[in-house]
């Protein structure tokens, strides 16, 4: 399955935690993470992440042509609510998710479930949907 993987500034130093913690789960798919992200997860975990350009400078609409083409198969994007509005807005991922009918998880709960789903093999009907 393709994860992607974004993470709102504030939350970085969680989507490490939760990479480190669901490593064994994480390594039997293919990642894929907007630059600054996935360079953090890489150093903590070393998992092999398909980096996209930094959120800012266009990694998210990387990440959204992806989903566009039906190439992504869950996305765990951890976003601060409270973001400042210099942050990378990446809110279009969460519609681009909705269109598309692909799993989203936002929080550290829901990311937790989708994770531990995907590891049960809840989510092998995306493989049909492809």
């Not at 907007?34 to 997860?41: C, Q």
């Not at 959120?55 to 989903?67: S, V």
């Not at 190439?71 to 509005?85: E, S, T």
Request: charged share 20%; net charge negative.
């Amino acid at each position: 399955m393709n994860i992607g993987l974004i993470a709102h500034d504030a939350k970085k130093k969680l989507m490490q935690n939760f990479c480190v913690a669901y490593r064994g789960i994480l390594n039997k798919n293919e990642l894929y993470a907007t630059g600054t992200t996935g360079r953090l997860i890489e150093e903590v975990t070393n998992l092999n992440i398909h980096k996209f350009l930094a959120g800012h400078l266009g990694g998210e609409q990387q990440l959204g042509a992806q989903i566009e083409h039906n190439q992504m198969d869950l996305v765990i994007f951890l976003r601060d609510p409270m973001a400042k509005p210099h942050e990378p807005d990446v809110n279009n991922v969460v519609v681009l998710c909705d269109i598309h009918n692909i799993p989203l998880a936002t929080n550290l709960a829901t990311a937790e479930l989708l994770i531990k789903s995907l590891d049960r093999g809840d989510l092998e009907w995306r493989e049909m949907y492809k």
